[in-house]
């Protein structure tokens, strides 16, 4: 069966050809992410200047058939990827896979063990500094947690590195908490 809609690139821009017409449609009319038009808009660009005896043909092409299963994941059903350096179509199938499990255990471990180092290397360095001068001591640990919110921020959402960041956000907390009870004498 041959699919419905095929990638290609006209012109130095990306094109939906839609079969049997043969109709072509700019990828910025389909409902695709504004993100992946982008990238295909870019990789078209490239793709036009780029011959198949060039050093760049194999990366254009690689490139291609992964935008190609995205734009089939995005449009739920098999496309085509017409390859613009060498003239080949491939029929790329959309796979619905199941959404990865999250490995809790092994998780909230890495988060507690990292939370730990954290929480114990911010009071130690805390202490410290509270011998020398108290207000070092706290611009320190403003410091140490300004210098690790944007980490944390973008660690979030990374699989395996989001509980590297919760264990240090967790532990910048643990140590704050205990700190603040060591200054109210408790």
Request: neutral net charge; aromatic residues 6%; hydrophobic residues 55%.
């Amino acid at each position: 069966m041959t699919p419905k809609v095929e990638l290609g690139v006209a012109d130095g821009r990306p094109v939906l050809v839609i079969a049997p017409q043969r109709r072509e449609i700019d990828p910025a009319h389909c409902r695709l992410p504004p993100g992946l038009v982008d990238a295909l808009q870019e990789w078209a660009r490239i793709a036009a200047s780029v011959q198949e005896a060039d050093a760049r043909a194999d990366a254009v092409s690689r490139r291609g058939r992964q935008l190609a299963a995205r734009v089939a994941q995005s449009l739920g059903d098999e496309i085509g990827y017409h390859d613009p350096v060498t003239g080949d179509v491939h029929r790329v199938v959309h796979r619905s896979e199941p959404p990865e499990s999250t490995p809790w255990a092994t998780g909230l471990t890495v988060a507690a063990i990292v939370a730990a180092i954290t929480a114990t290397a911010l009071v130690i360095v805390t202490a410290g500094l509270t011998q020398v001068n108290v207000l070092l001591a706290i611009a320190v640990n403003l410091a140490v947690a300004a210098g690790f919110a944007p980490s944390i921020w973008l660690g979030r959402r990374v699989l395996v590195w989001r509980w590297v960041a919760y264990g240090v956000a967790a532990g910048i907390v643990l140590a704050w908490i205990g700190l603040l009870f060591s200054l109210l004498g408790a």
